[in-house]
């Protein structure tokens, strides 16, 4: 069952000999990334000008780099590019049937024994089939159902002019010396609001909380999750959460001072899923945005703030206010969805089966890259399915589960759009470990420094998830020692006379120990910002 998730599941599969049979329900591959005008039920919807906000090389999987030419950060339609030349290189696309919906999944009536599923599908002809599976992943992602709490504001019955989700909005021409309120500063509301800005007469961005605002863009123009090494997260687990926040949180207000720009939200800067914008500031500071607090109520065609002052003549309003996620072809004992949380071990598997033949894959929010979370889930999965890997009892999952959900409750702000978050290096790592692949720092250290140095003080891309164990691929070494080449590649297009940075692009940041603590120390508050 697939989105963009389901080519990495079904590569997992054949690498462990097992053999998938893939359900899409439209016609092509690309999932959320494929841009459609008219948005389809059921299905993730972006805009025309949505790119991504992890660069190529945290993004891509872990046995297959980006092509080297491609820009850092990524349009959507070059996003489709790569899935498809990925899917073209491994021989994915025969193992799926498009036109397809699947209607239910439920556990065979010897589940118990067997720990078989029964898929019912309708097929692009309209005709409904029975197939029998030994284990079921469903990679439908997060950001199929949109949140629409309109509930929330009072007198929109009234509203005069035009409001709808932020999926359904695709292309700024039409609200063209329009007024427009975009409400939420998630990562589409900020994007919204300044592609809006552009050609609206006047553009508010009503936020309840404020917001922490991070740019693509950092050190030296590198791109910004690319600071984010083993060392900066090993200070992350070991210094106090407070001390994190403030060291961030003044590198933020370097950039521009948040009070100021009327962003600045009373939540800590760790403690809310961050909003990466770039532009937004800039819109702010030529007024083209006005930030506005949460919205009191509507009435005909105005809208007014919770801090008293109100705004007339209003043509559109933007609810960019998130997704919900649920299962609907899945009875609910199996896995059971309620205020956007689904009780499942590591967020893939639900721990009360009698078999765990049933994977979630996808189904998190990481302060980084999906597509290799999702690849290193699928890669737990297969070999849990062929009984490589054995899970916990109930209960040691249950724990496991609840002792998760506790420290989110401790660090987030509650909001629907936490309860599946993780942080990136930390959730792999623990993927990986269960799987087999962990790198072992010291260890590469020791056998190959060139490799070791980049595993250490380098970006943490997927490909040194590949250099042992199951799965290991033979290019992994020269992936990770090319991995500056390819960032500096699609920036080289013209001659010039200055040498480029080689600390940047072409060598390993080779560091003596105290070194790379004091360095790390010093510009701790500003790589964190991923």
Not at 31 to 59: C, D, Q
Not at 84 to 101: G, P, S
Not at 407 to 417: L, Q, T
């Amino acid at each position: 069952l697939t989105k963009d998730s389901g080519l990495a599941c079904i590569k997992c599969c054949l690498d462990e000999g097992l053999e998938p049979v893939c359900y899409e329900s439209s016609n092509d591959i690309g999932g959320l990334w494929r841009f459609k005008e008219n948005p389809e039920s059921e299905r993730a919807s972006i805009y025309h000008s949505v790119i991504i906000n992890t660069s190529k090389e945290m993004m891509s999987f872990s046995d297959f780099p980006v092509p080297a030419h491609f820009p850092n950060y990524m349009h959507n339609s070059l996003i489709v590019d790569y899935f498809r030349m990925y899917a073209d290189h491994f021989k994915l696309t025969k193992h799926i049937r498009f036109n397809t919906k699947v209607l239910q999944v439920k556990q065979r009536s010897n589940f118990t024994h067997s720990g078989q599923w029964d898929v019912e599908i309708e097929n692009k002809d309209g005709k409904k089939e029975k197939h029998i599976f030994d284990a079921v992943m469903i990679c439908i992602g997060h950001h199929c159902h949109p949140n629409l709490p309109l509930h929330d504001f009072p007198g929109i019955d009234t509203f005069k002019g035009t409001y709808f989700h932020s999926r359904d909005y695709k292309t700024p021409e039409e609200w063209r010396d329009k007024t427009v309120v975009v409400i939420g500063i998630g990562n589409s509301g900020g994007d919204i609001a300044v592609e809006l800005s552009r050609v609206t007469k006047q553009l508010y961005l009503s936020t309840r909380r404020g917001a922490w605002i991070l740019n693509r863009v950092g050190l030296d123009g590198i791109p910004l999750d690319l600071s984010f090494n083993r060392v900066v997260n090993f200070l992350w687990n070991v210094l106090p959460f407070n001390v994190m926040c403030s060291l961030g949180e003044t590198q933020l207000n370097h950039r521009f001072n948040h009070s100021l720009y009327n962003l600045k939200p009373k939540h800590r800067l760790f403690s809310q899923h961050p909003t990466v914008n770039d532009e937004l500031p800039n819109r702010i500071l030529s007024g083209t945005v006005m930030v506005k607090p949460n919205i009191c109520r509507f009435h005909g065609s105005s809208v007014e703030f919770e801090d008293g002052s109100t705004v007339d003549s209003v043509d559109l309003v933007v609810f960019a206010t998130g997704y919900k996620f649920c299962f609907p072809f899945l009875p609910s004992h199996v896995i059971s969805v309620s205020e956007n949380k689904a009780s499942l071990y590591k967020y893939v598997f639900p721990p009360e089966l009698a078999h765990p033949t049933l994977a979630i894959i996808g189904l998190v929010q990481p302060l980084g890259a999906i597509m290799p979370i999702s690849e290193m889930q699928a890669r737990w999965a297969t070999r849990v399915f062929k009984g490589c890997i054995k899970l916990p009892s109930q209960a040691g999952m249950l724990k496991d589960i609840q002792c998760k959900e506790e420290k989110m409750a401790m660090r987030y702000v509650k909001s629907h759009r936490h309860t599946i978050q993780v942080d990136y290096v930390n959730y792999m790592d623990e993927i990986a470990e269960l799987v087999g692949v962990q790198p072992k720092i010291l260890r590469l250290l020791l056998s190959d420094p060139r490799v070791g140095l980049n595993v250490m003080l380098g970006p943490c891309t997927p490909y040194q998830y590949r250099l042992k164990g199951p799965g290991k691929w033979a290019g992994a070494r020269q992936a990770i020692l090319t991995q500056w080449n390819r960032v500096a590649q699609p920036m080289q297009t013209r001659p010039c006379d200055d040498p480029t940075p080689k600390r940047s692009f072409k060598s390993p940041l080779v560091l003596s120990a105290a070194a790379v603590g004091l360095k790390a120390v010093s510009f701790f508050g500003f790589v964190i910002n991923l």
